[in-house]
């Protein structure tokens, strides 16, 4: 029988409670589907910094590489704010994405009809959103050179927004293998009007456009892409673009939903390997109360299923469960419009599991 | 009497017609107020490619230079699209702002009660809405150096994210003077959890706020403002951010409305020269029909009363005469429910005037 190992990383804030309930849920797959996990736990962010005196482990990275997958909680905190950038938790994250060559970063957001009334949007312009943001995670901004020097009149500070033809190649043909395999609707965001490394990309894109002649490609400025996804958010499928417009466009569109707390990503490196984690954070208000939503954990296991290990029918038996226990009106308290008879998180793991 | 220069650039498409309503408004108000306008005429944008074979013609520049304030109506159109960079009719946008020194973008979105029925949001969330976002205009990814090269594996191609120190304090003093006017909330969006740039911007927010005790500052990433301008838009009233955030963020804003026809904006140097436009492009689809909405270049003329020339009572005029025929139910075709009784450009200037 078929046997993966996973690397969980728990991490901070609420991390560690969705985490164990993801980790049940896998567990009720070994069995549905007789394959066989194995959970290497590890740390990564604020706990790490605490415990080994930097966000990102040597062992948590020898591990990962290891393994078949990463399966992620959250990490950051109040704690480790006002650190300098090489003790902060999200430097951990920035680090690990690069240093295990995660640079497609998969970021659904759909809108269950049960769910319509959480979002911010009027119904008829949410209900049935469903679409897919591909955000390149290891160039641009991100990673480009970085200086900050003095001059006579003051400081000045500057970061490079920088991409390699291969770099955007790799995603791009990414987003059209995923635009394929959903309504083959491809939209690729940019700011050719203005930018050098946006008028690169779109030359990529237009280069292997004819690869792909199933999947009809639209070109879009991210203005004009921001103020679109609020005024008609169904014109988009898959939606593809560089990593700093990937992080405010990939957040606005799941604000559409109304429900980050449901939200999984996956954050793929070439060939099967990927992490996975929630979109939302370690929200450490709610941290230790049993109360966060584990729905986004579990579903981004159901992602790791699919994206990883290639076991289709089980994500798909995890996405089911979840719709249904959602359709028969259980919710967590971020999701509920009442809060009395909000579930916890273990309540509504286990309702997950029962529903598999 | 006080009279004032204004140098006029109608621009392309629709540019022309909301340009004209706009003139007339403005000579009402000469009437009114006693005051004189005497309007000089220049090409911007594709109009001037095509007649002087740049976008930004020497005349132009020198107009603008020895006038009061420029209104601008709308550049751009297919016909121009695939110019080559310098032949673009936003070349000859980005190069005026830049050689008039415009830094700062004040670009409003307020939702007028009688209005909240064409937004894509609910009413609940809309309602009352009235925001300002400031954004840089003069620096950032806009100006920094591009870079295009060949190497063995491809090619390259960047673009610098660069500030300096005054660049962030002049616009950062401008958006305090205006949080100062309005409700004395203001947000300072960046991405100081990875760019060097943004913590430059963070501190030099920091080292001006004490001037000003009375603002309430708060910073926010901009991944989280995209979020949050959707769940509950009313938690902000002025928003600072740089150039390129601001480009994503001030659209993102504007779409909130659901009604981009009607959003003016003021690109302001130091001192009181500034250029007035609206928000909305050329929509060439619609251009010389007679049916654009010039409700947002007539509110621009009222910024540019404001804030160029000190003629606050006119401005406010201007605003409570567009609120008032609005609230009559008048409509142009761009924000109206019975498209039968839509109104078009002359008539809808018409009422205003009337109503002033
Ligand atoms: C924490 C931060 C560095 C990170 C990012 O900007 O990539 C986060 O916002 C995300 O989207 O995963
Ligand atoms: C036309 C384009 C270069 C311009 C910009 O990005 O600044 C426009 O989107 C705007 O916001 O005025």
Not at 125 to 152: A, C, H, N, P, S
Not at 227 to 253: H, Y
Not at 307 to 321: H, P
């Amino acid at each position: 029988s078929q046997s993966f190992t996973i690397t969980v990383l728990p991490g901070d804030g609420i991390g560690p409670e969705v985490i164990e309930q993801a980790v049940n849920v896998m567990k009720v797959v070994e069995e549905l589907e007789g394959v066989s996990f194995s959970f290497e736990y590890a740390r990564l962010g604020g706990c790490a910094i605490d415990e080994d005196g930097t966000p990102l482990p040597q062992d948590t990275l020898e591990k990962a590489r290891r393994s078949d997958a990463v399966l992620l909680g959250a990490v950051g905190g109040p704690k480790w704010d006002n650190n300098p950038a090489h003790l902060r938790p999200e430097t951990g994250l920035l680090g690990i994405r690069k240093e295990l060559g995660l640079y497609a970063n998969l970021r659904p957001a759909f809108m269950l009809d049960c769910m319509v009334g959480v979002s911010a949007l009027r119904e008829e312009v949410v209900q049935g959103v469903d679409l897919m943001v591909i955000r390149e995670l290891t160039g641009g901004l991100y990673f480009g050179e970085k200086r900050r020097y003095e001059t006579e009149n003051g400081e000045v500070a500057s970061d490079e927004l920088i991409y390699h033809e291969y770099e955007i190649e790799r995603i791009v043909r990414r987003a059209f293998e995923v635009a394929r395999l959903r309504s083959k609707k491809l939209t690729s965001v940019d700011k050719a009007n203005v930018l050098e490394s946006s008028r690169l990309w779109r030359k990529v894109v237009d280069r292997i456009a004819p690869e792909y002649p199933d999947v009809e490609l639209r070109h879009q400025l991210v203005d004009s892409c921001a103020m679109e996804l609020i005024r008609w958010p169904k014109q988009f499928d898959t939606v593809v673009t560089e990593n700093m417009f990937g992080d405010i466009l990939s957040d606005e569109a799941s604000m559409l939903t109304g429900s980050i707390g449901m939200l999984p990503s996956a954050s793929l490196a070439d060939g099967n390997f990927g992490l996975y984690e929630p979109v939302h954070g370690s929200a450490p208000d709610i941290a230790g109360k049993g109360i966060a939503n584990p729905t986004a954990t579990i579903l981004s296991a159901a992602m790791m299923l699919r994206y990883s290990f290639g076991l289709e029918k089980a994500a798909n038996a995890i996405e089911q469960a979840v719709h249904n226990v959602l359709n028969s009106g259980v919710r967590t308290g971020d999701i509920a419009s009442n809060k009395e008879e909000a579930v916890g998180t273990k309540e509504m793991a286990d309702k997950i599991i029962a529903a598999m």
